[in-house]
């Protein structure tokens, strides 16, 4: 038997193809009638549109979200809130637009209905990383949860095949870390495994035809669930160096979570056997057999095309040495626990972007 602890986060989903229809009746239903539609620079256009199908419940867009959530972004967009009497939120983007809308909920609480556009898995989780003055800040906070998430399979079907690959495998690392995180349960590790699953089934699709549905659906699929599983439970190595590294080193965000995931995995392998027992399973399941998870992890990344080098991503040599010593700076619970040799290891290794 394993004792486990288990929390839930409320929300509502809706899930499919063509669902973002809907979106003037849950407006409707959240009773706004003066909402934002909040999108990034290049995702402009969409959100012009939705505005207008929202019809008099829309009172305008505010569409200059940025990646990591920039503080001074934010406070431009809450004096518009401010100005306009803005009383809901509607977000149509990936983690970028999804986290301004979270940190003007946890400013001024406002609803939130999140279409999500990437596979980045935000919109299920009450977290928050901003930046401000080059640092950022992470948190969490009920208040920052979305209230409703749309997902519309035909959303997905703009985004690039490159980075549907990373942004899928950025979602495959929520779920496996979920499995080995000290606070899994038995709920939880059964969403994980049927996320990997997905992705392993839907990732090859995607690169194939970027417009098979039935891949982006299950895509989309094992996002959702990827995304209940890190706004549920604690996450370990992999999250936390992937942060140091963004940070140091301005890396991209899911590029990083792809090339450092089979070397966080080789790193924890033998701390997480039974853990890796299920990623194992999950991927022979998705169609995509292997005998070793981190290797396992490393060739279904390569075999859609993505780049798995940290060097490659901008990170320099020399940062290896820093990101180790940030690594053992502030020591956090892993399964193995966090040694000097060995994330130098992996950090090298990832660096390089050799098969682990
Ligand atoms: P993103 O939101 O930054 O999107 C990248 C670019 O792709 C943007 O220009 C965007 O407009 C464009 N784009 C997005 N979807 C598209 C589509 N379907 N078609 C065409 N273009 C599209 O990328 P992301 O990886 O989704 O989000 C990364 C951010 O999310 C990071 O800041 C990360 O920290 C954050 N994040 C937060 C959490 C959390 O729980 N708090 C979880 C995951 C990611």
Not at 69 to 92: F, K, Q, S
Not at 137 to 144: E, H, L, N, R
Not at 312 to 339: F, Q, V
């Amino acid at each position: 038997m394993q004792a486990f602890i288990y929390n839930s986060n409320p929300g509502r989903v809706i899930f499919g193809e063509g669902t973002l229809s809907r979106l003037p009746a849950e407006v409707e239903r959240l009773g706004l009638s003066r909402v934002l539609v909040l999108a990034t620079p290049a995702q402009e256009a969409s959100a012009q549109q939705l505005s207008k199908e929202i019809g008099g419940r829309s009172a305008g867009v505010f569409s200059e979200a940025r990646m990591h959530t920039p503080v001074d972004v934010t406070e431009r967009a809450l004096a518009v809130v401010n100005e306009l009497g803005i009383d809901g939120l509607v977000a149509v983007g990936g983690g970028s637009t999804t986290g301004l809308a979270k940190a003007l909920a946890l400013r001024t609480d406002l609803p939130q209905i999140v279409a999500p556009t990437t596979y980045a898995g935000s919109e299920m989780t009450p977290i928050l990383g901003e930046t401000k003055e080059g640092r950022k800040v992470t948190q969490s906070s009920p208040k920052i949860l979305p209230e409703v998430v749309i997902y519309d399979v035909e959303l997905t079907l703009t985004l690039p095949v490159g980075q549907s690959v990373t942004s899928g495998m950025n979602a495959v690392a929520h779920s496996v870390e979920a499995l080995y995180t000290k606070e899994a349960n038995p709920l939880i590790s059964t969403l994980a495994e049927r996320s990997i699953t997905a992705f392993a089934q839907g990732l090859p699709g995607i690169v194939a035809n970027p417009n098979d549905r039935e891949a982006r659906a299950q895509a989309l699929y094992g996002a959702w669930l990827g995304g209940i599983c890190l706004g549920s439970v604690g996450m370990a190595l992999h999250h936390k160096l992937c942060h140091t590294l963004g940070g140091m080193f301005d890396l991209p965000h899911a590029e990083t979570h792809t090339a450092v995931l089979p070397h966080a995995v080789a790193y924890n392998t033998s701390a997480a056997p039974a853990a890796m027992r299920k990623v194992i399973r999950a991927m022979e399941e998705g169609g995509q057999p292997v005998d070793d998870a981190a290797s396992g992890l490393y060739d279904l990344a390569k075999s859609l095309g993505a780049t798995l080098a940290l060097r490659d991503l901008g990170m320099p040599e020399s940062g290896i040495e820093t990101a180790t010593r940030a690594a053992l700076a502030n020591p956090y619970w892993n399964p193995r626990p966090l040694e000097e040799a060995g994330i130098r290891e992996l950090l090298t290794a990832a660096w390089r972007g050799e098969r682990p």
